[in-house]
């Protein structure tokens, strides 16, 4: 089955403690993209790749890391997670991006 | 800058049609979506236009206007089950980046 799987699907955690967030796709996908979801702001992009190896920030990169060593794998890293990113998390892929992209089932984080 | 406005909330009756609209303003522009998401899941895409006018697909038809930076989505026929909120998104000059709006709420009632 076509799928973009996140994982966790929830975190609590605490200030400071780094942590990391996997998104896999397995329908060979060139463009990948995560987005973070906040109530009244909608779905902002944080980082996209358009192939492995090539990351560029999106709109709200602060606070995030991302990498594409592989075309699957696109890993969310937040070295020093603080409360304000306390969001619903969403990684999404596409052919490219002139196509529809297909989104994982959101990663819901709570930094305390 | 960069933006997209679209109608926070709306109500209309089952069986009846709906006009969600969205303006958008971006530098350059490659295309726009509509996606639809349920509470509590993700997004799933509707529709896409990248030229001028009407695209349909069953009962949800979008519409495009290049020259006055508007789109709507069209629902006919509306179901209960199309009570979610529906993300309009626009790709401008860099076409790998999309920008959405905050989403439109719509309830369907009986």
């Known amino acids: 089955e076509a799928q973009v799987t996140q994982n966790p699907r929830y975190l609590i955690t605490v200030t400071g403690k780094k942590l990391t967030v996997t998104c896999s796709q397995n329908m060979n996908h060139e463009y990948m993209s995560w987005y973070r979801q906040d109530p009244g702001l909608g779905l902002r992009q944080i980082y996209y790749s358009m192939n492995v190896e090539v990351t560029d920030k999106g709109d709200v990169p602060e606070g995030y890391k991302v990498s594409r060593k592989e075309k699957r794998n696109f890993p969310l890293i937040l070295e020093s997670p603080s409360p304000n990113q306390t969001s619903l998390y969403f990684c999404?892929?596409?052919?490219?991006?002139?196509?529809?992209?297909?989104f994982g089932d959101g990663t819901r984080l709570s930094i305390l | 800058g960069q933006n997209i406005d679209q109608p926070t909330e709306m109500t209309a009756t089952e069986g009846a049609i709906v006009q969600i609209n969205c303006t958008y303003q971006t530098s350059g522009f490659n295309g726009l979506f509509w996606y639809q998401q349920h509470a509590g899941e993700a997004p799933t895409f509707l529709s896409y236009?990248?030229?001028?006018g009407l695209e349909e697909k069953g009962r949800f038809s979008s519409f495009l206007s290049r020259s006055k930076g508007y789109s709507y989505l069209l629902l006919k026929e509306l179901q209960m089950k199309d009570s979610a909120s529906y993300l309009c998104a626009a790709a401008g000059d860099s076409s790998y980046k999309l920008i959405f709006g905050s989403g439109t709420r719509l309830l369907v009632r009986p």
């Open positions: 236009n990248v030229l001028d």
């Open positions: 999404a892929s596409s052919p490219y991006i002139g196509e529809p992209q297909h």
